[in-house]
């Protein structure tokens, strides 16, 4: 996994490029794209990873009932 999106070697003559920003759902990593034009210049546009949002909100106060269904305790 390469945190960035990319990552430059052997004095910039090889690139990794990591396509898959938050990797599996387990890793915080950028993913990125290369191009390259016709001087041999690459640039890159980063993928920033997704926000994660919980999977569950068993016990969120910040949960609403449906309209129209009565709170425990209300006849």
Do not use: H, W
Request: hydrophobic residues 35%.
């Amino acid at each position: 996994v390469v945190e960035d999106g990319y990552e430059f070697f052997a004095d910039r003559q090889l690139v990794t490029i990591f396509s898959a920003p938050n990797y599996c759902g387990e890793f915080d990593n950028a993913g990125a794209m290369m191009s390259v034009d016709d001087t041999l210049m690459c640039s890159f546009q980063i993928l920033k990873p997704a926000e994660k949002k919980p999977k569950f909100a068993y016990g969120n106060s910040n949960t609403t009932t449906k309209p129209g269904t009565p709170s425990a305790g209300m006849k």
